[in-house]
């Protein structure tokens, strides 16, 4: 029997009698239906098909959250993986309204873990009244109120102002306004039984206000999770932290 070139279908031949052409249409199609199979793998929403050769195709299924497509180490097939904690992982955005507090991480469901060093906290959002913003860290349920420490310029206007302050109830986050604020807050190492660093970049606050602050947690404990308070009334907007640095 006669085969086509590219996929080896059998077809019959020039001199093959008229009776025998149904079933060698049925073996034609039989052929075609195996090979178009091949070429489409997937079964399930979300499935990538990729070549094993230059004529057959696998399937890899879709991968979980957060997970991006890579190269295996031997760069013979695409693969999922968690992308590499050097980067920003985002592990949480928490949206709220009109509340006095947010509190996220616990032991059941920890926010900070040996996973990443370190920690990026990005804060968009208004407030009752032009106030400060603050965090303290957590362990389990148990927010840590004491021994944090800081010291920090801020610009109002046109006026600089330097401060410093210790044994404060929370760590500062920078200002929050009626009508509009961003705030920057990086967490270095506060998983590890260590002294925990903080760094803010704030804009908010009276008037045209921008802070940079350098705060400190004295305490040696590990800490799993964060609450983000204003000094008085409510805030309103979004949290976003992300992970990095291992």
């Avoid at 890579?70 to 309204?97: C, D, I, M, Q």
């Avoid at 039984?193 to 602050?213: K, L, P, R």
């Avoid at 305490?219 to 000094?231: A, E, H, M, R």
Wanted: charged share 10%.
């Amino acid at each position: 029997m006669a085969t086509t070139t590219n996929y080896s279908w059998t077809t019959p031949d020039d001199t093959d009698l008229v009776k025998d052409g149904a079933s060698a249409i049925r073996t034609l199609g039989s052929s075609a239906d195996t090979t178009v199979k091949n070429l489409n793998p997937g079964t399930t929403a979300g499935d990538v098909d990729y070549y094993t050769s230059s004529t057959a195709k696998a399937r890899i299924a879709i991968g979980t959250a957060g997970q991006v497509l890579t190269v295996n180490s031997g760069a013979t097939a695409p693969e999922w993986a968690t992308p590499s904690s050097g980067a920003l992982t985002l592990l949480k955005k928490e949206t709220f309204s009109a509340v006095s507090s947010v509190s996220i991480g616990s032991d059941a469901s920890p926010l900070f873990s040996s996973t990443y060093d370190n920690y990026y906290i990005n804060f968009i959002g208004t407030t009752s009244s032009n106030t400060g913003l603050f965090f303290r860290l957590r362990a389990n349920t148990t927010d840590a109120s004491t021994n944090y420490s800081r010291q920090q310029i801020e610009a109002v206007n046109a006026t600089t102002y330097i401060s410093s302050a210790t044994s404060q109830t929370s760590g500062y986050f920078g200002s929050v306004r009626t009508d509009r604020s961003a705030n920057d807050l990086y967490l270095y190492s506060p998983f590890l039984a260590t002294q925990t660093i903080g760094f803010v970049n704030a804009n908010g606050g009276a008037g045209d206000a921008i802070a940079i602050q350098n705060s400190r947690h004295t305490d040696t404990t590990s800490y799993n999770g964060i609450t983000v308070l204003p000094g008085g009334g409510t805030i309103t907007g979004t949290l976003l932290i992300y992970g990095y640095g291992q």
